[in-house]
């Protein structure tokens, strides 16, 4: 698919490393699933990919972490 930023690049699938931050708490996920521009770097996560994301950076603000560093495995 076209990168929906740059415009020019085209996406490939590929693995990347999402940081989400909130409040006092940093996940850093390795190793997830996306689409990546060939051109801008920009990375596209699938809707179930982002699902998962989200659900395991919860688990980290209820717990309490500062900084949560997990490899990604679906």
Same mark, same amino acid.
């Given at each position: 698919?076209?990168? $929906?930023?740059?415009?020019? !690049?085209?996406?490939? $699938? !590929? ?5 989400? #931050?909130? =409040? ?9 699933? @996306? %689409?990546?521009?060939?051109?801008? !770097? %920009? +990375? +596209?996560?699938? %809707? #179930? ?7 395991? &950076?919860?688990? &980290?603000?209820?717990?309490?972490? =500062?900084? %949560?560093?997990? #490899?990604? $495995? @679906?």
């Amino acid at each position: 698919m076209k990168c $929906a930023i740059c415009r020019q !690049g085209e996406t490939h $699938a !590929g693995k990347v490393t999402v940081t989400l #931050q909130r =409040e006092e708490t940093t996940v850093i996920l390795k190793g997830v699933p @996306a %689409e990546i521009c060939d051109s801008s !770097g %920009e +990375y +596209y996560l699938s %809707e #179930q990919i982002t699902s998962n994301v989200l659900e395991r &950076a919860e688990i &980290a603000v209820g717990k309490g972490v =500062e900084v %949560e560093i997990l #490899q990604f $495995a @679906a």
